[in-house]
Each structure stands twice: as structure tokens, then as C-alpha cells.
């Protein structure tokens, strides 16, 4: 096996990519701690505690008061443990692939500003004094970011095979099974935009590290020869 230029593939195939190794246990970690976060945030916000009212985001108190901070601390708390649950199962396993593959400052950190930014686009979209609390967004801007980056990436796959992947992943993550009035799917919805937009500019600016990652095999070129025939 060789490593090659993706500019410099005539007759190679690719094997090898970017995403081809295996999540390392420091990137589970990086997740969990992330998920502890948002338990203790969530019982601190449930239990009143004296930082509880300095949480979660409304549109009056973020841009009237100018409390922007509430953008990120709000996607920390929860309404009740099934909001939390069901939230920690994506938010874990999304967190953990995307810091194995593109690093802690993607995960956490970049996804969760570009999370609170579609968190106030989103909160734009309500009256001021409705609250906004989960990490369903950050979840959903994950998604995004994962899918159009696993699509540009995984050049192995046929380009039918990568549509099937991704629209059935994204079907699965993205869409609701059921409707709830309590649910901001306009948060869901600015979430997975925002991780769309982010994955292309990542993949435009990181081009040349993701397809050098790349590593393509040349295939076997064994010549064959007649058989000799007899000489009488």
C-alpha cells in the first residue's frame, strides 16, 4: 500500500481515509465529560439553585438585557430527565466521532459557538419572553457538520452508495418520528443548517490535510505468459 497524491491517482484505489481509523477512548471522555455538563447544569436548573436563573436563554433577556452568554449555558439545561435522556444518546455518540476525527476544537468548542449562534437565529423566531433550553440544536448542527463532511470524505464509497448513507443516517437523526408542541423544531432546523454551512467551510479550508490523509493501493499488474510449448 502507498500514499499518494489525490491529484496523482491513474490507475490506484482508494482504501483509506480520513475516516477510516477507529475513534480513540480520549475522544468517549471528551463526550462524557460534556454530557456531565449538562447533567449537573440540568439539576442545578431543577433544583433552583442560585445560578439556575442565569441559564436558560429568552430572546428578551439575550437581546434586550444583552446576556449572550445564555445562548451557551441554555443548551446545558434540560426541562425534565426525558428531554435530557434523549438528548445525551445523540449528543454523546455524535461528540465522541466528530473530536476523534477533526479534534477538540471542533468538539466542543467550535460546534458549540456555532450552536448558540443558530440558537439566537432560532430565538429570533419567538416571542421575547419564551425559553429556549436544550442541546437538541448543538445535536442537530453535529449531524449536519458529520453528514456533509462523511459525504465529501468518503470517496471509497460510490457516489449512489454516499446519497443512501447520508439521507438514511439524516432521515433516522434528523426527522422527527412524532410532533410535540414543546419542541423547538425551528432550533432543530437552524441547527442542522448551521453544522451543513460549517462542514463545507471545514472541508474548504482543510482540503489539501483530508485528501493527503487519503491512501491509495495500486493494483497488482502480474504479466502473464503463454504457456512454452514443446519443442520435439
Known amino acids: 500500500m502507498v500514499g499518494m497524491n489525490f491529484d496523482q491517482r491513474p490507475l490506484a484505489k482508494l482504501t483509506f481515509t480520513l475516516l477510516s481509523r477507529r475513534p480513540t477512548a480520549e475522544s468517549l471522555t471528551v463526550a462524557l465529560a460534556i454530557l456531565l455538563l449538562c447533567f449537573l447544569s440540568s439539576w442545578l436548573y431543577w433544583e433552583k439553585s442560585p445560578l439556575a436563573p442565569y441559564l436558560a ?3 428578551q433577556a439575550v437581546f434586550e438585557r ?3 452568554w445564555r445562548l451557551i449555558t441554555t443548551q446545558w439545561v434540560h426541562g425534565d430527565v426525558q428531554h435530557l435522556l434523549s438528548n445525551s444518546f445523540l449528543l454523546g455518540i455524535l461528540g465522541t466521532l ?3 476525527y477533526y479534534g477538540f476544537k471542533i468538539f466542543p468548542w467550535l460546534t458549540l459557538l456555532g450552536s448558540a449562534v443558530m440558537m439566537g437565529v432560532s430565538l429570533h423566531h419567538y416571542e421575547p419572553h419564551v425559553t429556549l433550553v436544550g442541546a437538541s440544536g448543538w445535536v442537530y448542527f453535529l449531524a449536519g457538520f458529520w453528514l456533509v463532511l462523511f459525504f465529501l470524505i468518503e470517496r471509497q464509497r460510490s457516489l ?4 443512501i448513507r447520508v439521507l438514511g443516517v439524516g432521515a433516522m437523526i434528523l426527522l422527527p418520528s412524532t410532533f410535540q408542541e414543546q419542541v423547538s423544531y425551528v432550533s432543530h432546523f437552524w441547527g442542522a443548517v448551521g453544522g451543513l454551512v460549517l462542514g463545507l ?4 479550508f482543510n ?3 483530508i485528501r493527503r490523509a487519503e491512501v491509495w493501493e495500486m493494483p ?3 504479466e502473464e505468459f503463454p504457456p512454452e510449448e514443446d519443442q520435439t
Do not use: L, M, P
Not at 160 to 163: A, G, K, Q
Not at 201 to 204: K, S, W
Open 57 to 59: 436563554a429568552t430572546g
Open 66 to 68: 444583552g446576556e449572550y
Open 98 to 100: 466528530v473530536h476523534a
Open 160 to 163: 449512489r452508495s454516499r446519497w
Open 201 to 204: 467551510f471545514y472541508f474548504q
Open 207 to 209: 482540503k489539501f490535510e
Open 220 to 222: 497488482s499488474q502480474v
